[in-house]
């Protein structure tokens, strides 16, 4: 039974990985890519970055991590294991 409850788990895990990256490459695409235009392949890797380091970890909230930035949620995190 347990071993049941364990793979359920695992499948469930992979299932809401599959969510968030599907969630996220549509957010990159709505929120940046779909608002630039692109002539060489370094260009979108450049912008593509800059999105990810100055928006989308630093400062848009997400209802994955209780409306907070990721930036945000990883700080809170840390200080909660660095005090147990």
Known sequence: MIKANN????????FNITTYSESFF???KI???NKHSYSLRLEVELSV???IETWYNRRRMHATFEYKSIEEFEIEMFNQNVAV
């Open 7 to 14: 793979l359920f788990a695992r499948r469930k895990r992979r």
């Open 26 to 28: 549509k957010s990159l």
């Open 31 to 33: 929120e940046w890519v």
């Open 49 to 51: 970055f800059q999105w």
